[in-house]
């Protein structure tokens, strides 16, 4: 913490720290978690690292046509760390129109979801439980339909039942 407030000083550094961790992240071969631990100690810090992490990965999710495989599969892993550690929420894909998603981001999203589905039933109760019903209630919507049409079928094991306990949340 003492060298967070020595080094970063400033909204431009703030931003700065977090959209450059997001593209090492994506950068790298493999996934390296050692990137999601950055963001997640940034967030710690201050609810301005948050919402600077949700604008770079909108950026990420609006821009998903022009990413590599690599960096595709490396966005799958660092959302599906930061969403299992409460860094940040579901919330993240508001921005996502799963009615109208497009057939090459499919992929994409059956690997976060199934990604999502393989950590234990506490976690998958606090992921989507933590959803808000209101505002959200076309993410909610959009995620339900999405995990029932493509996912469903692809699931087995502890996957299918955790789908099932995600579902009850909504």
Same mark, same amino acid.
């Given at each position: ?6 080094? &970063?000083? %400033?909204? +431009? ?5 977090? =959209? ?10 493999? @996934?390296?978690? @050692? @990137? ?12 301005? @690292?948050? &919402? ?18 690599? +960096? ?6 660092? !959302? ?15 921005? &996502? ?13 059956? %690997? ?18 933590? &959803?808000?019903?209101?505002? !959200? ?15 469903? =079928? ?17």
């Amino acid at each position: 913490k003492q060298w967070y407030q020595r080094r &970063v000083r %400033g909204d +431009k550094e703030e931003r700065e720290v977090i =959209h450059v961790t997001v593209l090492c992240a994506l950068k790298c071969k493999t @996934y390296n978690p @050692y @990137y999601a631990d950055v963001i997640a100690k940034f967030c710690g810090f201050s609810k301005n @690292y948050q &919402v600077t992490t949700q604008f770079s990965l909108w950026d990420r999710l609006k821009d998903l046509g022009s990413l590599t495989q690599t +960096k595709k599969d490396n966005l799958i892993q660092l !959302l599906s760390s930061l969403i299992a550690t409460k860094t940040i929420s579901l919330a993240v894909l508001k921005i &996502v129109n799963f009615a109208e998603i497009q057939s090459d981001d499919v992929t994409f999203f059956k %690997g976060l979801f199934t990604s999502l589905l393989s950590n234990s039933e506490g976690i998958i109760t606090e992921i989507f439980g933590r &959803v808000q019903p209101l505002p !959200l209630d076309s993410l909610k919507n959009g995620m339900k339909v999405f995990i029932k049409h493509f996912l469903k =079928h692809d699931l087995s094991g502890s996957e299918l039942k955790n789908m099932k306990i995600a579902l009850k949340c909504f």
